[in-house]
T-cell receptor, first 114, second 111 residues
Framework: DSGVTQTPKHLITATGQRVTLRCSPR?????VYWYQQSLDQGLQFLIQ???????AKGNILERFSAQQFPDLHSELNLSSLELGDSALYFC?????????????FGAGTRLSVL | EDKVVQSPLSLVVHEGDTVTLNCSYE??????LLWYKQEKKAPTFLFML????IEKKSGRLSSILDKKELFSILNITATQTGDSAVYLC???????????FGKGTKLSVKP
C-alpha cells in the first residue's frame, strides 16, 4: 500500500458527461501529480500541484482541470467526455525533496466512457 | 523533445532465467532515473539512481546507470512467476517535477 488513496476505483459514464476523480496524497507529501495511462500511450503526465498551487502542466486537455485543496487532497475534473478519454487515471504524490523526487502512486481510477 | 525509450517492449522467459531490461533517455536537466514495477494497477517504486556506475540492489533485482551513455539497465536474476509485470523506467527532470516515463517492458515468466 503506497499510502496514496484514489476514488472511485471504477467509473462508467457516457459521452458528454462530467466526472470528478479524487486523490488523497501520502501523509506529509505536498506534491500531487496526475497521470493518464492508455494502452498505446503509456503513462502521460497531466498536471502537478504543490501545496495548493499549480506547479507544472503536461499534455492536459482544456476540458480537464484540477485543483488541490488546503487539506492537500486533489481533484481532477474531466468534462465533455469523449470515447478517447477512456483510460486509467493515476494520482501520485511526493515530498518534492530537492535531492530526490520519488513519486508514490495510487491504485488508479479506471474511466470507461461509453 | 525529452524522451525515454525502453526495450524490449515485451519478453517471455522461464522461471530461473536472468533478464536484462533496457532504458535509454534524452532529457534536459536530468536529476535521477527511477524504475517502477506495475502489476495489476499502481506502479510501485523499485529503485532511484542518480550517479553513474553505482549499482542498486534489492534481492534478485539490480540496476545500474550510465550517465555518459544515457542509459540504465534493470537485471532480474533467478526469475519467478511473481516477477511477471510491466517494468517502467522514468526520468526526473528536476525543477519541472513530473516524471517522463517510457512505455514499459512487459515481462512474462512462465513456470
Amino acid at each position: 500500500d503506497s499510502g496514496v488513496t484514489q476514488t472511485p476505483k471504477h467509473l462508467i459514464t457516457a459521452t458528454g458527461q462530467r466526472v470528478t476523480l479524487r486523490c488523497s496524497p501520502r501523509s506529509g507529501d505536498l506534491s500531487v501529480y496526475w497521470y493518464q495511462q492508455s494502452l498505446d500511450q503509456g503513462l502521460q503526465f497531466l498536471i502537478q500541484y504543490y501545496n495548493g498551487e499549480e506547479r507544472a502542466k503536461g499534455n492536459i486537455l482544456e476540458r480537464f482541470s484540477a485543483q488541490q485543496f488546503p487539506d492537500l487532497h486533489s481533484e481532477l475534473n474531466l468534462s465533455s467526455l469523449e470515447l478517447g478519454d477512456s483510460a486509467l487515471y493515476f494520482c501520485a504524490s511526493s515530498a518534492q525533496d530537492r535531492a530526490k523526487n520519488i513519486q508514490y502512486f495510487g491504485a488508479g481510477t479506471r474511466l470507461s466512457v461509453l | 523533445e525529452d524522451k525515454v525509450v525502453q526495450s524490449p517492449l515485451s519478453l517471455v522467459v522461464h522461471e530461473g532465467d536472468t533478464v536484462t531490461l533496457n532504458c535509454s533517455y534524452e532529457v534536459t536537466n536530468f536529476r535521477s532515473l527511477l524504475w517502477y514495477k506495475q502489476e495489476k494497477k499502481a506502479p510501485t517504486f523499485l529503485f532511484m539512481l542518480t550517479s553513474s556506475g553505482i549499482e542498486k540492489k534489492s534481492g534478485r533485482l539490480s540496476s545500474i546507470l550510465d550517465k555518459k551513455e544515457l542509459f540504465s539497465i534493470l537485471n532480474i536474476t533467478a526469475t519467478q512467476t511473481g516477477d511477471s509485470a510491466v517494468y517502467l523506467c522514468a526520468v526526473d527532470r528536476g525543477s519541472q517535477g513530473n516524471l517522463i516515463f517510457g512505455k514499459g517492458t512487459k515481462l512474462s515468466v512462465k513456470p
